[in-house]
């Protein structure tokens, strides 16, 4: 049998604040997801390196004005925050924090791949929660930044358990440090508790770094130490924040990210030894660019797809995510076999605040989303077209004017989430064909806008958009598809396919 080669990072594509668990062969992964919808994708993996999206926790966290881009801001930068992901007896727990909602969520399922998740609610913010299921049957979770924090939960971790467990559990570093610790991932193995953290100091290498406590007994006292400060070549930008699993081969990993930029936050893994009872991440202090295992090989499967909208059903592939909630009875994959159609709604004058934006992620090096719009359904003053989806967006795509005439346009944010029109050219076919191309390599993090009448002749548009990551928003930039209006809702947009090509 041929064993994985894992290459990082494992995925160059925005897959922040991972956690990773093992239940028999098979590794489980969750990640922030923030203002996307559904949220908190579960992956699956047999290697570590080849991951496949197999769920989602929640179809819609909350079902307000916020989260339905109707109070003119979002929740952009909130949402779902750094789930920490546990199984034990049979059930799988993820639990997080929604800054925006100042609230806790704990879900639970039996079936983490095909099931749906049991929620309950716990009021007030537990910043960055590592779940701590220990083996006396009591509960935890440990938050916090700086100030790391341990609270009680009851037998089926739906409450706080009254009179349990609730105290400072250890001050961070203060001296020469920017960011204190946070982020946290608990076990307890060998005998010893182990809490990982992220810190930022100030002085040194001054970058993201991983860092370690353990301790005989949970309550303290903590031993401190600096577990890896590396950042794999990159810009002094360090890998760090994410936990251990280990392999049936009892072989041991660490699987973390780093910040790359536009593109968003990075996963790599790690081989983990041990020493003296403490896991020592990487080789020799670094970040490998290559690690060889024992774990089975497997075929890849896509992060980011192509997709002909070829449904029996209304239910799109799980790499798709709407920007916010979507209104479900404006869009269709269904009512024009091979088409996703998105009708108009509510009003706006933003892609910012336009509902149903379909998305994925965007991927390095460097990548292409190509689209064919129909335009016949339009009505005036509705926008239609593909977004590099950031604060600091770039659209390209059809603008219907008030005598139905039609404009292929390229705008950007004005500086206030307002578009601003870079470039206006007149078109008159019923069919155009849109394309962005994004370049990450070595943080370039330009994207490229053209259009075409026949999807062969390709014509830029607009200006070269320099892409920010910016913590407004705290997500990489993703491409999406787009209908909104601006002066009367009721019209329409057919979009016959999106191509996708990464460029390795």
């Given at each position: 049998m041929s064993t994985a080669i894992i290459t990082n990072p494992i995925m160059w594509a925005d897959v922040p604040d991972v956690d990773v668990i093992r239940v028999g062969p098979v590794f489980y992964m969750v990640s922030t997801s923030m203002h996307f919808m559904p949220g908190c994708p579960i992956m699956k993996s047999v290697n570590l390196m080849d991951w496949e999206i197999v769920n989602y926790v929640y179809d819609t966290l909350e079902d307000n004005e916020a989260h339905r881009l109707q109070d003119g801001k979002g929740i952009y930068g909130s949402g779902s925050w750094a789930a920490s992901l546990r199984y034990k007896e049979g059930i799988f727990y993820v639990c997080f924090s929604s800054n925006d909602m100042d609230r806790f969520y704990v879900y639970r399922t039996e079936d983490i791949e095909h099931g749906t998740w049991e929620r309950s609610v716990i009021p007030g913010l537990y910043h960055d929660p590592g779940l701590l299921l220990d083996d006396d049957n009591r509960n935890y979770v440990i938050y916090g930044n700086g100030d790391i924090h341990i609270k009680e939960l009851t037998e089926d971790l739906t409450a706080v358990k009254p009179g349990g467990t609730d105290q400072l559990l250890i001050e961070g570093e203060r001296e020469d440090i920017g960011l204190r610790i946070e982020g946290c991932h608990a076990y307890k193995l060998n005998g010893?508790?182990?809490?990982?953290?992220?810190?930022?100091?100030?002085?040194?290498?001054?970058?993201?770094?991983?860092?370690?406590?353990?301790?005989?007994?949970?309550?303290?006292?903590?031993?401190?130490?600096?577990?890896?400060?590396?950042?794999?070549?990159?810009?002094?930008?360090?890998?760090?924040?994410?936990?251990?699993?280990?392999?049936?081969?009892?072989?041991?990993?660490?699987?973390?990210?780093?910040?790359?930029?536009?593109?968003?936050?990075?996963?790599?893994?790690?081989?983990?030894?041990?020493?003296?009872?403490?896991?020592?991440?990487?080789?020799?202090?670094?970040?490998?660019?290559?690690?060889?295992?024992?774990?089975?090989?497997?075929?890849?499967?896509?992060?980011?797809?192509?997709?002909?909208?070829?449904?029996?059903?209304?239910?799109?592939?799980?790499?798709?995510?709407?920007?916010?909630?979507?209104?479900?009875?404006?869009?269709?994959?269904?009512?024009?076999?091979?088409?996703?159609?998105?009708?108009?709604?509510?009003?706006?004058?933003?892609?910012?605040?336009?509902?149903?934006?379909?998305?994925?992620?965007?991927?390095?090096?460097?990548?292409?989303?190509?689209t064919v719009l129909e335009v016949s359904g339009m009505k005036p003053g509705d926008?239609?077209?593909?977004?590099?989806?950031?604060n600091g967006f770039g659209t390209v795509g059809v603008a219907a004017g008030e005598q139905g005439e039609f404009s292929v346009t390229m705008c950007i944010n004005g500086g206030d989430g307002s578009e601003e029109t870079v470039e206006s050219i007149m078109f008159t076919g019923e069919r155009v064909y849109l394309k962005i191309d994004f370049n990450f390599e070595d943080s370039l993090d330009q994207a490229q806008f053209f259009y075409s009448e026949d999807g062969t002749v390709w014509k830029p548009i607009g200006r070269t958009l320099h892409m920010k990551y910016t913590l407004d928003h705290f997500m990489g930039y993703r491409i999406g598809l787009f209908n909104y209006a601006t002066k009367q809702s009721g019209g329409y947009a057919d979009f016959d396919y999106f191509h996708y090509h990464r460029r390795s």
């Open positions: 010893y508790y182990y809490l990982f953290f992220i810190e930022w100091p100030r002085t040194g290498n001054m970058r993201r770094r991983q860092i370690g406590y353990r301790s005989r007994g949970l309550p303290g006292p903590y031993e401190r130490k600096i577990m890896l400060d590396d950042d794999l070549g990159y810009h002094n930008k360090g890998v760090a924040q994410g936990g251990i699993v280990d392999t049936l081969d009892q072989d041991w990993y660490a699987v973390l990210f780093q910040d790359h930029d536009a593109v968003g936050r990075i996963p790599c893994v790690l081989p983990v030894s041990w020493e003296n009872d403490w896991p020592i991440i990487g080789m020799n202090g670094s970040v490998p660019q290559v690690v060889q295992t024992k774990l089975p090989a497997a075929e890849p499967k896509p992060l980011v797809i192509s997709d002909e909208f070829d449904y029996e059903t209304n239910r799109l592939a799980l790499n798709w995510q709407w920007n916010h909630n979507p209104d479900h009875g404006l869009w269709s994959v269904t009512e024009r076999p091979g088409h996703l159609r998105l009708r108009t709604g509510q009003f706006t004058d933003s892609i910012l605040f336009a509902r149903n934006t379909l998305t994925q992620r965007t991927e390095g090096p460097a990548c292409s989303a190509e926008r239609a077209g593909l977004v590099a989806l950031q």
